[in-house]
């Protein structure tokens, strides 16, 4: 069993920065694949990046490549989500999310943990 906690979420101007982190539970959780999600309202939670337990892997959707990176500290059970350049397009929920496989997805039923999700706007 792991549990998400994340946060960092915020209300930010375009072209800032915001610095999300994703705390997990469990003694496994540098064995898991780890991915960042978001769903804006009325719309269907979409990918956002995700990296394998070694950060050797990681991928991203063509929305936020070049903006936002995606890595994680095994030693400290953290992941983070470094979003520069953000857009109002990024106005969203964002969500951890944990797989218990090496394999990286970007499709939201392959992953088995889920935080509760941290807001983040941002304004125009």
């Known amino acids: 069993q792991v549990q998400l906690v994340e946060s960092g979420g915020g209300l930010v101007q375009t072209g800032g920065s915001l610095r999300l982190s994703c705390a997990a539970s469990?003694?496994?959780?540098?064995?898991?694949?780890m991915g960042w999600f978001r769903q804006a309202p009325g719309k269907e939670r979409e990918f956002v990046a995700a990296i394998i337990w070694t950060s050797s892997l990681k991928q991203y959707a063509d929305s936020v490549k070049g903006r936002f990176t995606i890595s994680r500290d095994n030693t400290k059970n953290t992941l983070y989500l470094q979003m520069n350049s953000l857009k109002p397009e990024d106005t969203a929920v964002y969500y951890c999310?944990?797989?218990?496989?090496?394999?990286?997805?970007?499709?939201?039923?392959?992953?088995?943990?889920w935080g509760q999700g941290t807001q983040v706007t941002v304004s125009s």
């Open positions: 469990g003694r496994t959780f540098s064995r898991y694949t």
């Open positions: 999310a944990a797989r218990q496989t090496v394999v990286l997805s970007t499709t939201a039923p392959d992953y088995d943990y």
